[in-house]
């Protein structure tokens, strides 16, 4: 999988932006994914201080964790979630959704939970923060609003190796309604008798970029592992605990 490094795409040299935009086509045409660079410009603080509080978060007694549990917007449990949308997976899970929407026009129907199902299903609920770790709310909306960003700028890079007419904004333009996600996985110990069920199923999102990115307790740092079988599909099980983030937009 080629590793890029994007961060000469908005500087000042035009032969460097070009080859950021020429690396990135020639990945997503030959291989379908890329790993980035210093994280994408994204520091390291910023990564470890979310990872940190998602951690820590996991570790709490499974009764306070319950507290903030729900299928849309905060926490769900190993075997938590079995629905239309997705099956029940070996995983533990907390997610959040946007973090700005006390700074957008509430007038507009595409917000309001009372004018649609689909705004209902998207805005209906507020995201739910526990109390401990301290600092979890700060640490989760600091680092989705760096993942955003990091979002608009791929999504940009995206447009002008498409030559999109709109420009390089073509896609970010048509995007600044998203309804993104953050989402931290916790995969528990492996037993012998979990082996036929999915530890976390395949990812088919086809409308938005999705950035994953895994940390094993010892340190070790990569994209999330799978391996397809005609039983069970796109599977992760060899991993004994990490932690998966994605936004997409």
């Given at each position: 999988m080629p590793t890029i490094d994007i961060s000469a795409?908005?500087?000042?040299?035009?032969?460097?932006?070009?080859?950021?935009?020429?690396?990135?086509?020639?990945?997503?045409?030959?291989?379908?994914f890329f790993l980035l660079a210093d994280r994408g410009g994204v520091p390291e603080d910023l990564v470890a201080g979310a990872l940190g509080a998602s951690r820590g978060f996991f570790e709490r007694p499974l009764e306070e964790k319950m507290r903030v549990a729900s299928l849309r917007k905060g926490y769900i449990p190993v075997d938590g979630c079995d629905n239309a949308v997705r099956p029940t997976s070996l995983h533990e899970k907390f997610s959040c959704s946007r973090v700005d929407l006390d700074a957008i026009d509430v007038s507009d129907p595409y917000y309001d939970p009372s004018a649609s199902a689909q705004a209902e299903l998207y805005f209906g609920e507020d995201n739910r923060w526990p109390d401990a770790p301290g600092g979890f709310r700060h640490a989760w909306e600091t680092y989705y609003v760096a993942m955003e960003s990091l979002t608009r700028r791929l999504l940009r890079i995206f447009a002008r190796a498409l030559d999109a007419k709109g420009g390089d904004d073509f896609f970010v333009d048509r995007c600044r309604r998203h309804v993104s996600n953050l989402v931290a996985l916790r995969y528990p110990p492996l037993h012998p008798d979990d082996d036929a069920a999915p530890r976390s199923g395949s990812n088919r999102t086809r409308t938005r970029p999705t950035s994953p990115s895994w940390r094993s307790n010892t340190g070790q740092a990569g994209c999330r592992c799978s391996r397809t079988e005609p039983a069970t599909g796109s599977t992760c099980r060899r991993r004994q605990t990490h932690c998966w983030s994605t936004s997409g937009t």
């Open positions: 795409f908005d500087g000042d040299d035009p032969a460097a932006s070009a080859r950021v935009v020429d690396a990135v086509r020639a990945a997503c045409e030959t291989v379908g």
